[in-house]
């Protein structure tokens, strides 16, 4: 299969070319010879991203298409939550009946709470003259699943004065969630881990990595190469796939459509991870604020995928393990150089005098040479333990290229060391977080694990099966949405004001490919486009409080120029939605949040940024509430107050006062003054256009703004005009007689 197949995924008849590749993995009557994978899910706290949302995606990854021998799924629970350690005990013992039900009658979705809220035919294609009853039965079990976990929930919202006590009458090690040691347990995977049909099930471990005061503990980051070592200490699979607890499997075959690539003979040994795109259930039908970022994932990435890779954002991916341990993609194999016998110097390299034992040393005793072989290989390992920790089986299985773990280790020594490699100060003085592992030093920090990757000379593929791999939940609601906005964009200033710029980072290897080095390049520096797209928004506001047409003189060439750069862009807009298939009404929503965005998110990200690089200051993000309203889009339009709303309702309400006041003195000064207005008004008028969506999310259901946010924006637009009249800069301040009052001969 050529590259170009390999890069576009299984959009079409190249899938089942891929397909057809894997046949030779997977061969009847001989052992199955798919790779291993890990599978990493992180979650903090259970208050915000519900057990019953984190179960449904742990349950979709057991009941994978997979061997079930090569599966391995830990969960990071990053807040020491007894809730989550019981809400997984009870999916651990759910999944003996779900998981053979599934795999019996060939389901989809296999996370229970979508499959069971479809609104399909879920009759079609089932010929099992069982399946009704059978579906009947697993219904009724799953509504009593989720009243079980609803019970704990319950049980959780108020924690007893002594703290949580386990089942067996001792207290909750991390009682204390900043004060606790680190906690390993096996649910599934050793004895017991067996469906009701008897058939194996994978592994599934829960993982809580030790917190101490004093400590850096770099959040998710952190969590995530916490379960990095973990799971190279127990399973050590060769390819690592990482979701959101609020990120299910919806297509049960993902990890064969990764593994396409990853296991290809040709272009795989190169390949440091495969990124599928990001699909979102719960969102309302116009997409109001463009959850879906359709331009991004379908024009974007895809683009990227024709360069050197897409960019890694955050979840649904399956990563190489060594290319996360900082290793270099293995290069091709070298033309042997020729040697000649020594008469004709012109050919080849002279060959080499064998040489004998110097400095005392003979064929049968150590010589010198065999010393400093020694010297070497301590150093070797002493460089091995400072680059990887102090851990030698965890060190030992970096080396592995093909994954495993050594078959005399036992289970209670591999458990005792994964206990250990989760501990505060493993990371210290290592480069875990540095060149290991997801990289610290950002809020958005997995934009900077694939750049790190891709400057070593990994590349990256995009891939985009019909069925989407993975879905999940989206922040429905405005000020939710802003947020999440503001802490992308907020790490890309990061990234940007930090050692790892992409602009001269990795510039002496040069194994970064300039286009990809420019993609990433825009990935820090759109943040800053807030400042012309501020005063693009209020600029046509006062030209109509001012009646003045602010406009620099402009060439004729230099218009034609403008317009000819305008009219490209917009063809290539075109191309690119017929290239990508995406709609004129997806585009248009993406070009309004971007506006929305650009005012709010954007230029606060700009703001924070300058002041934790300049004064220090840091900013405290929280993780964004996975909960869902009863009633359907309910979240849609619940205010949350931030003042992230203040500036776009601000910049709406100059922009309509200046629609009035310009309409106003056209009316007072006649016919002459309306033809400059035409211009005025077309220019504001599509900044309130851009600003609907966001106007809608402010008034609410109710249809009413929240008055603290009119007053501000009142304000604010108040003083901003008044401000801008009074100085008036766009007048020639002049010093001499006044000719109005004498006339021209003064």
């Not at 009557?29 to 706290?45: C, H, K, Q």
Request: proline residues 6%; neutral net charge; contains cysteine.
């Amino acid at each position: 299969m050529d590259d170009w197949k390999m890069q576009q995924g299984n959009l079409g008849p190249e899938a089942d070319d891929a397909y057809d590749d894997m046949s030779m993995y997977e061969i009847e009557g001989e052992p199955n010879m798919l790779a291993p994978v890990d599978i990493f899910v992180s979650t903090v706290d259970p208050m915000k991203e519900p057990p019953l949302v984190t179960a449904n995606t742990v349950l979709s990854i057991l009941a994978m298409d997979y061997p079930v021998d090569k599966i391995s799924c830990y969960i990071s629970d990053d807040g020491a939550s007894m809730l989550t350690f019981e809400s997984l005990s009870e999916t651990a013992e759910f999944a003996r009946k779900w998981v053979p039900f599934c795999k019996k009658f060939s389901i989809e979705p296999r996370a229970p709470e979508m499959y069971f809220t479809l609104k399909v035919d879920y009759l079609k294609d089932k010929v099992q003259p069982t399946f009704v009853k059978e579906r009947r039965a697993m219904k009724r079990e799953y509504e009593e699943f989720k009243v079980r976990i609803n019970a704990l929930v319950a049980k959780a919202q108020k924690v007893p004065p002594e703290g949580w006590i386990m089942q067996d009458g001792t207290p909750w090690p991390g009682n204390n969630t900043k004060d606790h040691p680190g906690m390993i347990q096996v649910f599934l995977g050793q004895s017991g881990g067996h469906d009701t049909e008897g058939n194996e099930l994978p592994r599934l471990v829960y993982v809580s990595r030790e917190k101490r005061p004093g400590f850096l503990h770099h959040k998710k980051a952190g969590a995530m190469n916490a379960l990095v070592r973990v799971s190279g200490v127990l399973t050590n699979a060769p390819f690592m796939l990482n979701l959101d607890c609020d990120h299910y499997i919806n297509n049960s075959k993902a990890a064969r459509e990764a593994m396409c690539f990853l296991m290809d003979p040709q272009i795989g040994r190169k390949v440091c991870y495969v990124q599928f795109p990001q699909r979102f259930d719960g969102i309302d039908r116009h997409d109001r604020y463009a959850n879906r970022n359709t331009v991004f994932f379908d024009i974007n990435m895809k683009g990227l995928d024709g360069i050197q890779g897409p960019v890694y954002v955050g979840t649904g991916c399956v990563f190489r393990r060594q290319a996360l341990y900082g290793y270099e993609p293995p290069k091709g194999p070298k033309r042997p150089k020729m040697v000649s016998c020594g008469c004709c110097p012109c050919f080849g390299r002279r060959k080499k005098d064998k040489k004998y034992p110097k400095n005392g040393g003979n064929e049968n005793g150590p010589s010198l040479e065999a010393v400093e072989d020694d010297k070497e290989l301590l150093m070797s390992q002493m460089n091995f333990e400072k680059k990887f920790g102090q851990s030698a089986i965890f060190v030992t299985s970096t080396l592995m290229d093909q994954g495993g773990v050594p078959p005399s280790s036992s289970p209670a020594a591999l458990l005792k060391e994964a206990i250990h490699v989760i501990s505060c100060g493993y990371e210290d003085k290592t480069e875990w977080g540095s060149e290991l592992g997801w990289i610290y030093g950002s809020i958005t920090e997995d934009i900077l694990t694939g750049f790190k990757m891709h400057c070593r000379g990994w590349r990256s593929i995009y891939c985009m099966p019909k069925l989407p791999a993975f879905k999940g939940s989206a922040p429905i609601n405005l000020s939710d949405r802003l947020n999440q906005v503001l802490r992308w964009a907020l790490g890309s200033v990061e990234i940007f004001f930090s050692r790892h710029c992409p602009a001269w980072y990795g510039l002496k290897g040069a194994k970064l490919r300039w286009l990809e080095r420019f993609a990433y390049v825009n990935t820090t520096i759109y943040p800053f486009t807030s400042l012309p797209l501020l005063a693009y928004c209020t600029l046509p506001a006062i030209c109509l409080l001012t009646d003045k047409f602010i406009m620099p003189p402009i060439s004729t060439f230099a218009s034609l120029f403008f317009i000819a750069l305008f009219l490209s862009i917009f063809a290539t807009g075109i191309l690119e939605l017929r290239w990508s298939g995406v709609s004129i009404e997806e585009w248009w929503r993406n070009e309004q949040f971007w506006v929305i965005g650009g005012i709010s998110a954007h230029l606060f990200a700009v703001v924070q940024g300058l002041l934790k690089v300049l004064a220090g200051i840091d900013t405290n993000f929280t993780v964004t509430s996975k909960t869902t309203d009863d009633e359907e889009f309910g979240e849609l339009y619940t205010f949350k107050w931030t003042t992230l709303l203040i500036p776009p309702t601000t910049v709406l309400i100059i922009n309509l006062v200046g629609v009035v006041a310009g309409i106003s003195d056209a009316i007072n000064n006649g016919y002459q003054s309306w033809g400059p207005l035409f211009g005025k008004l077309f220019f504001s008028f599509w900044v309130i256009v851009h600003l609907y969506p966001f106007l809608k999310g402010l008034m609410g259901r109710q249809n009413r703004t929240p008055t603290i946010v009119v007053i501000w924006s009142v304000l604010l637009a108040s003083i901003f005009s008044l401000l801008w009249v009074r100085i008036d800069p766009f007048v020639l301040k002049t010093k001499g007689p006044d000719t109005t009052q004498c006339g021209i001969n003064c």
